[in-house]
């Protein structure tokens, strides 16, 4: 710009895609070595770095934008790792929009992204949510186009903005219920598509449809096991309101989906428990629920609603509060690291576990996550 055979020859030069307080974050690394980013400005600094070949504030850049990374803003970032060309920012995007994909596709964010980055998401075979989540997803991102676009939200304009993204959605693979009250009430399918998908759940010959029919494989859970045996005594394990806790770290970033519980040593017997996930004393998750086991030394899982985001070399606490009249199974032989594919989880004794559980015995055997 200022010298060379493409200098400027003007006095005063005008960029007007950059950002004022991005070009100056740019002008400080440049000539001092110091990056200072901010959540509102990070962005715009990324683009900046990426017009001027600036590597290593484009990686500062990018290595801030992960480390806040989360439902919320993935599918934002996922469209912006796509336009600037950054493949590991995209790949850490996927990971969090397919474990979390109810959170993300219900995000203000996804009512932001650009039509391609919304046809590669409905396409998205992992992504770990009900069809009935991404077809709402769908219409609410198109009422957004529309008011961009200065259009009326009517059905019409919705099914023009969207184009044929809207065969993208898997709307056979909803149970009938949940597309007699969802999509067929929607206004934005024809009546002719209506009555065929109709027909479809219904009848013996089945219409063609253009609507994909096979259901998305979405995400398979993993499990670490921490014990390596499984033991019960007439005495123990009971139960009494206690709280059975673990803590535990993993070497990268997981997401939590629910806990693997010991049940009954003596037949069939349902328990009332009450799930919980912190980080520093903070709940990030809890749930409320039954399960029923059936005497046998499995494990039994327990769901948090939405999996929870975990980062790497923090403890976070597992607690289980169970109640019901049997004793239950229990584990031994603990061990304090255990390797699941990729992902390493070590372990350690909670204060908050005041009925017995610890490293090398108890209750919690399993972690059920996606990584």
Same mark, same amino acid.
């Not at 769908?138 to 009422?143: D, G, H, I, P, Q």
């Given at each position: 710009?200022?010298?060379?055979?493409?200098?400027?020859?003007?006095?005063?030069?005008?960029?007007?895609?950059? /950002?004022?307080?991005?070009?100056?974050?740019?002008?400080?690394?440049?000539?001092?070595?110091?990056?200072?980013?901010?959540?509102?400005?990070?962005?715009?600094?990324?683009?900046? %770095?990426?017009?001027?070949?600036?590597?290593?504030?484009?990686?500062?850049?990018?290595?801030?934008?992960?480390?806040?990374? /989360?439902?919320?803003?993935?599918?934002?970032?996922?469209?912006?790792?796509?336009?600037?060309?950054?493949?590991?920012?995209?790949?850490?995007?996927?990971?969090?929009?397919?474990?979390?994909?109810?959170?993300?596709?219900?995000?203000?964010?996804?009512?932001?992204?650009?039509?391609?980055?919304?046809?590669?998401?409905?396409?998205? +075979?992992?992504?770990?949510?009900? +069809?009935?989540?991404?077809?709402?997803?769908?219409?609410?991102?198109?009422?957004?186009?529309?008011?961009?676009?200065?259009?009326?939200?009517?059905?019409?304009?919705?099914?023009?903005?969207?184009?044929?993204?809207?065969?993208?959605?898997?709307?056979?693979?909803?149970?009938?219920?949940?597309?007699?009250?969802?999509?067929?009430?929607?206004?934005?399918?024809?009546? /002719?598509?209506?009555?065929?998908?109709?027909?479809?759940?219904?009848?013996?010959?089945?219409?063609?449809?253009?609507?994909?029919?096979?259901?998305?494989?979405?995400?398979?859970?993993?499990?670490?096991?921490?014990?390596?045996?499984?033991?019960?005594?007439?005495?123990?394990?009971?139960?009494?309101?206690?709280?059975?806790?673990?803590?535990?770290?993993?070497?990268?970033?997981?997401?939590?989906?629910?806990?693997?519980?010991?049940?009954?040593?003596?037949?069939?017997?349902?328990?009332?428990?009450?799930?919980?996930?912190?980080?520093?004393?903070?709940?990030?998750?809890?749930?409320?629920?039954?399960?029923?086991?059936?005497?046998?030394?499995?494990?039994?899982?327990?769901?948090? +609603?939405?999996?929870?985001?975990?980062?790497?070399?923090?403890?976070?606490?597992?607690?289980?509060?169970?109640?019901?009249? /049997?004793?239950?199974?229990?584990?031994? +032989?603990?061990?304090?690291?255990?390797?699941?594919?990729?992902?390493?989880?070590?372990?350690?004794?909670?204060?908050?576990?005041?009925?017995?559980?610890?490293?090398?015995?108890?209750?919690?055997?399993?972690?059920?996550?996606? %990584?």
């Amino acid at each position: 710009m200022f010298y060379g055979d493409l200098a400027e020859v003007k006095s005063e030069i005008h960029i007007p895609d950059v /950002e004022p307080t991005a070009f100056l974050i740019l002008l400080k690394y440049m000539y001092s070595d110091e990056i200072d980013l901010e959540a509102d400005t990070v962005l715009a600094t990324l683009y900046a %770095a990426k017009k001027y070949i600036v590597p290593a504030l484009a990686k500062a850049c990018v290595n801030f934008l992960e480390t806040s990374l /989360e439902a919320k803003n993935a599918c934002v970032l996922l469209s912006q790792s796509r336009l600037f060309e950054e493949p590991e920012l995209t790949q850490r995007c996927w990971e969090v929009i397919d474990a979390q994909a109810e959170m993300a596709l219900r995000s203000e964010g996804f009512c932001e992204i650009d039509w391609q980055t919304l046809e590669i998401i409905v396409m998205r +075979e992992a992504l770990n949510t009900k +069809e009935a989540v991404v077809f709402e997803a769908v219409l609410s991102w198109a009422e957004a186009e529309c008011k961009r676009q200065g259009l009326p939200a009517t059905p019409r304009n919705k099914r023009h903005v969207l184009g044929p993204a809207l065969y993208l959605v898997r709307i056979p693979t909803m149970t009938l219920e949940e597309f007699a009250n969802g999509a067929a009430q929607s206004d934005i399918l024809t009546l /002719e598509e209506t009555h065929n998908i109709f027909l479809w759940y219904t009848a013996a010959n089945k219409p063609l449809l253009e609507f994909p029919l096979t259901k998305r494989k979405g995400l398979a859970p993993q499990r670490c096991h921490r014990f390596q045996s499984s033991a019960y005594r007439s005495n123990q394990w009971r139960y009494r309101g206690r709280c059975d806790s673990i803590q535990f770290a993993v070497d990268r970033r997981v997401f939590i989906a629910g806990l693997g519980l010991y049940g009954s040593s003596s037949g069939r017997a349902e328990y009332s428990v009450k799930i919980e996930l912190k980080r520093l004393g903070v709940v990030l998750a809890q749930n409320l629920t039954t399960f029923v086991s059936d005497g046998s030394s499995s494990t039994f899982s327990v769901w948090f +609603e939405h999996p929870v985001q975990v980062e790497q070399d923090t403890f976070y606490t597992a607690s289980a509060v169970l109640d019901g009249s /049997e004793l239950s199974y229990f584990g031994q +032989e603990g061990m304090t690291e255990v390797q699941c594919g990729k992902v390493t989880f070590q372990f350690q004794c909670s204060s908050d576990s005041t009925n017995g559980t610890g490293v090398q015995g108890g209750q919690i055997p399993e972690l059920i996550f996606y %990584a």
